[in-house]
């Protein structure tokens, strides 16, 4: 069922006056304004005005065939979305690797006060080279809706160590032999709690892959991206103009393989929601929770998800948690790998306890705060 055909009218007598809800049927196709499925996955959110732009990869229904670039799309209801093009597209004649056959994932668009420019990031692989890359894209532009024009795509934070690393442990895995090394035993995971990964890559840089950015409240703005393959959570800050890192970041649950974060901030404290690493396939949901982005973090014991089908996070896995009439919306990609562009999107939104500890449960109807 297309969404338009999702949306409920209000019965409510006497209440003519008043707007009809806008519902969203969760799992089912988005279409556009001009009536095609909404091409938009693992994406996020960025409102400027009235107007709220969803960026996300734009996925071709075979695996095979390349991806076009980054899509967006603009709403100012959030159930009629527009189609504004590409606005970071995969060319022939593109710098840095970002051509076809390569792979952009996850991007995010923040806006810097400083510059007047909306900076992108996104999760790029180089062509022919599966998930080894591991880099961070960076592109610009004056509006929205781009071009965007990629400055750089590189690794993380290369020569530098995390600020939550000790200085006893720099350098400590330099002889190691990683083509003999063997994965998943006691030792390999001590080995990896202290910076095994973060040793090897020092140089070249820390792997990035699945990522979010987060703008603060003081307009610092931070990097979350899987690093040290997919095993640990970085946090970077990023400069004034958003476009690279500082070079001051931090590690979190090193091992905990934690993928797919998403944040959002209330009454001061930072509320992460990460999925495990299992691919394409939904599994169970973690929460972590701060009140200094750059830590400590502490992992609650449970997933914010409840109830029926909350153990696979109802088939989805978190891409952004958006703000819609002033209440957080945890976002989630349905993956479908055998055709990629018919990915469906779940929107929960967040409810809070008594103790203030965000849960989630399934609604099959997600009716939008207005
Ligand atoms: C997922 C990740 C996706 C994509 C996929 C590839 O774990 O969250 O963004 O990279 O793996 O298998």
């Not at 209801?77 to 996850?106: H, M, Q, Y």
Request: include cysteine; charge should be negative.
């Amino acid at each position: 069922m297309a969404l338009g055909a999702a949306v409920a009218l209000s019965s409510c007598a006497g209440t003519s006056e008043q707007a009809a809800p806008l519902v969203i049927a969760n799992g089912e196709q988005i279409i556009d304004t001009e009536g095609n499925p909404v091409n938009c996955h693992g994406g996020g959110f960025l409102t400027v005005g009235d107007t709220t732009y969803w960026y996300g990869e734009q996925r071709p229904s075979r695996m095979s065939s390349p991806q076009l670039g980054v899509s967006c799309y603009s709403t100012t209801d959030f159930k009629n979305w527009t189609n504004r093009g590409i606005v970071l597209p995969v060319s022939e004649d593109a710098a840095e690797g970002l051509t076809p056959g390569c792979i952009v994932e996850r991007p995010k668009v923040i806006y810097n006060d400083k510059t007047g420019k909306y900076v992108l990031w996104f999760h790029h692989e180089l062509p022919g080279r599966g998930y080894e890359a591991a880099h961070c894209g960076v592109a610009v532009s004056d509006t929205p809706t781009g071009p965007f024009t990629l400055l750089h795509s590189t690794r993380a934070n290369a020569g530098q160590y995390p600020i939550n690393f000790p200085d006893s442990l720099h350098g400590k895995h330099a002889g190691v032999d990683f083509d003999n090394l063997e994965w998943w035993t006691p030792e390999w995971q001590q080995m990896v709690d202290e910076g095994l990964f973060v040793d090897r890559d020092l140089e070249g840089g820390q792997m990035s892959r699945d990522m979010t950015l987060y703008v603060d409240e003081d307009g610092k703005a931070y990097h979350i991206y899987s690093s040290e393959e997919n095993l640990t959570l970085q946090i970077a800050e990023l400069t004034d103009d958003y476009t690279a890192h500082t070079g001051k970041y931090i590690r979190i649950f090193p091992g905990g393989h934690n993928e797919a974060p998403t944040i959002f901030k209330r009454d001061g404290e930072y509320w992460m929601i990460t999925s495990g690493c299992t691919g394409w396939a939904p599994n169970k949901a973690r929460m972590m929770h701060a009140s200094d982005i750059m830590g400590e973090w502490t992992m609650m014991e449970d997933t914010p998800f409840t109830g029926e089908g909350a153990d696979t996070t109802f088939g989805g896995q978190g891409t952004y948690i958006v703000e819609i009439g002033g209440q957080p919306v945890f976002v989630a990609d349905i993956w479908k790998p055998e055709n990629l562009k018919d990915s469906r999107t779940l929107w929960l939104p967040i409810e809070f306890g008594e103790d203030g500890v965000p849960t989630i449960p399934y609604v099959a109807n997600y009716e939008i705060k207005r």
